[in-house]
């Protein structure tokens, strides 16, 4: 069955510091990937996504781009700050099939 | 993006008792989902919510412990039953985003606490 497999966390940087989170797939077809983000205290919000093999997604200075040679789909930040702690979690969905599979979720600290 | 909302929020509960989540969309949805995110842990999907029929369980989930409603395109209802202090966690809902875009927004959890 599909499965995504995250970076363990927890994860703690200085502030302007460079933040990857890798995350691996394991998908029968042709899945959609997806990042999301939960706040201290808040729910879980959609940081960005990527449809198709080569697509990069965007948001907020995030990037992850859709590797399907590696089946991978690493978030990375180059200058992290405060407000960016926060619980990030890497999913995916089968083609045609609204159905989430979520990683283990990484926790991330930045200290200022 | 849908505006989702919850009720309650958070409660605490006995255990034994039987607690109903509610889950309003300010929008027409065809799909509806349920997720429990035990503490600490990621999110694992409980039921898809179909609108006029019976929901449709995974795997370790069944309609007796998590009876789930869903009268319109606009409502879900989830109950938990019996429950216990393993279900202790936050319940979710969450919709499909416009029509092949195979993104789903989330609601903002009710944190339940089983004494």
């Known amino acids: 069955g599909d499965s995504v497999t995250q970076m363990e966390g927890p994860v703690t940087l200085s502030e302007e510091a460079f933040l990857t989170i890798n995350c691996t797939y394991t998908a029968t077809g042709y899945p959609s990937l997806f990042w999301y983000v939960q706040y201290p205290g808040e729910g879980l919000q959609l940081l960005l996504k990527?449809?198709?093999?080569?697509d990069k997604g965007s948001n907020k200075g995030f990037e992850a781009t859709y590797r399907k040679e590696t089946t991978s789909f690493h978030l990375e930040k180059g200058s992290v700050q405060v407000s960016d702690s926060a619980v990030y979690f890497c999913?995916?969905?089968?083609?045609?099939?609204?159905?989430?599979?979520f990683g283990a979720g990484t926790t991330v600290t930045v200290r200022a | 993006s849908a505006v989702i909302s919850q009720k309650p929020s958070r409660d605490i509960c006995q255990r034994g008792t039987s607690l109903t989540i509610q889950c309003q969309v300010d929008?027409?949805?065809?799909?509806m989902f349920w997720y429990r995110q035990q503490p600490g842990q990621s999110l694992t999907l409980i039921a898809t919510?179909?609108?006029?029929?019976?929901?449709?369980?995974e795997s370790g989930f069944v309609i007796d412990k998590f009876p789930i409603s869903r009268p319109n395109l606009t409502f879900s209802t989830l109950t938990v039953s019996n429950m216990s202090p393993e279900d202790s966690s936050i319940y979710l809902c969450?919709?499909?985003?416009?029509?092949?875009?195979?993104?789903?927004?989330f609601g903002p959890g009710t944190r339940l606490l089983v004494l």
């Open positions: 999913a995916l969905s089968e083609q045609d099939d609204y159905k989430l599979s």
């Open positions: 919510a179909n609108q006029g029929s019976e929901a449709t369980y």
């Open positions: 990527a449809t198709k093999a080569d």
């Open positions: 929008s027409q949805v065809t799909m």
């Open positions: 969450s919709v499909d985003g416009t029509s092949g875009q195979e993104t789903q927004y």
